[in-house]
């Protein structure tokens, strides 16, 4: 987890999570150290990393990430680094597209894939409010960061379109433990260059899910 923030922070920051639409195509071994699960990516979406892996052990290095069709969604290995992790994958239109992703584990290569449904934004928050004063959702449809937050808290409440629940909310403690944040919960935002990020994961009646992130510096 701490690796994947590392690798967004300088654009966007956010861990992604997209939930399982349909089975994924998964290897045929059972005991494969990591393997991609079939979700669905929504266009615009600023989050573009963060494949949704199931399981991956430490040692797993990534070889390579390449999608079946790059009009529909772009993939790409971040050319530092070869941790498991060091990949990006962006929707670029609708449309579907496998991602397959092939790594080394204790000295063998592996491949693992799934196919990604790229969809329009599914609208599922009516309203998000940060200290009582609502957000421009038109403007801020997956983000809202805020580079010179004037207040010590941010307190987030939301109302949810028909159809839609909160899955999770959560904050970063300490060592990047994660803080559950509920609807009207009170963050902290401490003065300093990092940035208090508060996330919100939404899932439809189709076990489609959306993150939506709030970010804060002093």
Known sequence: ?????????AGLLAVAFLAAASAG??????????????????????VYGGVDYETVRD?????????SKPSVIRAMKDSDSNEFYANTIMPVKLGKSKITVTYKYKGKKYTTSAT????????????????????????????????????????VQFSLASGWKLTRGYTYGKDYSLVPVKNGSTVKVPKGDEWTCIFLEVTNRKGETMQYSLRFRR
Do not use: C
Request: charged letters at 30%; hydrophobic letters at 35%.
């Open 116 to 155: 990604y449904t790229v969809k329009k934004y599914p609208n599922p928050f009516k309203s998000i409010k940060v200290n009582g004063s609502k957000i421009d959702l038109k403007a801020n449809r997956y983000s809202y960061n805020v580079e010179k937050f004037k207040k010590s808290r941010v307190k």
């Open 59 to 67: 040692g797993v290095k990534l070889v390579s990430v390449k999608s």
């Open 25 to 46: 195509e998964t290897f045929a071994a059972s005991n494969a150290p990591a393997k991609l699960k079939a979700g669905t990516l929504w266009l615009g979406d600023e």
């Open 1 to 9: 987890m701490k690796k994947k923030l590392y690798l967004h922070l």
